[in-house]
């Protein structure tokens, strides 16, 4: 780990932010069993078997779901194990509390913001709530496939548009593609390339959009980038609905966190999809606990950033010294890389070499998509990769066969 990272941090921060703290268990004896949990949880295998009905080697490396291999924040464990005793009761206050924590944070007035057990469930009621058989949804294309799945269930029509060259999306054609769209939907940075999409371009969008639309933003994983968020846009007013998770940066997505920001009314459409962000949510006294300590937790978002940004480097320098071509331009804790092949075979083909790497997009079906793991992770990537692409196309016969589910909405399994 870079040496460098530490500057300004004292140790104990360093290994409270890193979710790794074994020191704090010694000294804080509630913590042991919790730790002891935690770490079993961070093995692959137990987060592979365990999520995805896969039988993995113990060793796999799992860089496949755009997950966080450092976890919750030590504070966001201390935070879990202050709180579970009181799981008997309902405590609306957990959720009020972090709630009022995130709108100061982000200069938001009441009511502008809803905390639910992750942001995927929340998505898909502001994208269901605004488009429909006469409502249709324009979006990126490859981007996260949330937005397409949502207007299959609701038989809204499909517009989807190409990136840019720069693998941005383009809010000229968006905003071209069709006369009256219920949603526009923009993943920034976007899954699965990683890559931003100028704030200014969203602000042009959401001021030339026709009357009656929402632009959703998408920032799952914006404290990896270097950008400015979107979430001021709402503070002033305008047709426009931010999503956020704990499932990236924070490390929680086995806790489920995460918000919808938005001018009260836009929210409250949420109910028109059938009342259920009531029950969405719920989300638990613990996980409540866990976002607002998080939150609050000054320096984890700048160390986390830079260890994702170190490591990013790092692969995607040695991907492009070896001559693998990479979609440039990442901010994310993911890459693109162009495998020569069918994105699936190579999936497969390193998957026999115990590395679980993400999937393939059918607008780019020779790339496929790669997590930020650790630093001993990414190694291990490297040499599989490399022996990997020195095997012929079509030539790896026996790899095993991924069965994942295709998308991920609440009532699938996970797979980011
Ligand atoms: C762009 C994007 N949005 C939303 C989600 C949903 O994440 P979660 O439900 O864990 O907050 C994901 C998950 O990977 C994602 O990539």
Redesign the pocket.
């Known amino acids: 780990m870079n040496s460098n990272l530490t500057q300004g941090v004292s140790r104990r921060s360093f290994m409270r932010i890193l979710g790794a703290a074994s020191a704090a268990a010694t000294s804080f004896p509630a913590l042991a069993a919790v730790q002891a949990g935690t770490q079993a949880a961070a093995q692959p295998a137990a987060r592979g078997n365990g999520m995805r009905g896969m039988q993995l080697s113990p060793d796999t490396v799992i860089i496949s779901?755009?997950e966080n291999p450092l976890g919750p924040a030590q504070s966001a464990l201390t935070a879990i194990c202050t709180t579970a005793p009181l799981g008997g009761r309902y405590h609306f206050d957990e959720y009020m509390k972090t709630v009022a924590v995130f709108n100061e944070q982000f200069g938001l007035k009441k009511d502008y913001s809803a905390l639910f057990p992750?942001?995927?469930?929340p998505?898909d009621l502001a994208l269901m709530s605004n488009i429909g058989p006469d409502k249709p949804l324009v979006y990126g294309d490859p981007s996260?496939e949330?937005g397409p799945r949502a207007a299959d269930t609701m038989k809204a029509p499909k517009y989807p548009v190409p990136l840019t060259t720069t693998y941005a999306h383009d809010v000229k054609a968006m905003l071209k593609a069709h006369p009256s769209p219920g949603a526009y939907y923009i993943?920034n940075p976007n899954?699965p390339t990683g890559t931003m999409t100028p704030k200014a371009d969203i602000v042009w969008l959401v001021n030339n959009k026709p009357k009656g639309s929402v632009v959703i933003i998408?920032e799952?994983?914006h404290h990896f980038s270097n950008d400015e968020s979107c979430i001021d846009l709402v503070a002033q007013d305008k047709d426009v609905i931010v999503?956020r998770?704990?499932?990236k940066i924070y490390g929680m997505?086995g806790l489920?966190a995460?918000f919808a920001v938005a001018r009260p009314d836009l929210i409250e459409r949420f109910n028109i999809v059938g009342g259920p962000s009531r029950s969405l949510a719920s989300i638990s006294i613990t996980s409540a606990a866990a976002a607002r300590v998080s939150l609050q937790d000054k320096d984890l978002v700048p160390l986390r950033k830079k260890i994702n940004s170190d490591i990013r480097s790092e692969t995607l320098e040695f991907l492009t010294k070896h001559g693998y071509k990479i979609v440039p331009g990442s901010q994310g804790n993911m890459f693109m890389v162009d495998v020569k092949r069918p994105g699936k075979e190579f999936q497969a083909a390193m998957l026999k070499q115990n590395v679980a790497i993400g999937r393939t997009w059918s607008a780019m079906p020779n790339y496929v998509r790669v997590t930020v793991g650790t630093k001993s992770e990414m190694e291990k990537f490297q040499t599989a990769f490399v022996k990997c692409m020195d095997t012929p196309p079509g030539t790896a016969n026996g790899a095993a066969e991924l069965h994942l589910p295709e998308f991920?909405v609440p009532s699938e399994l996970?797979r980011?």
């Open positions: 779901s755009n992750g942001s995927g469930g998505l996260y949330q993943v899954n998408d799952a994983y999503m998770t704990f499932s997505a489920r995460g991920h996970y980011g």
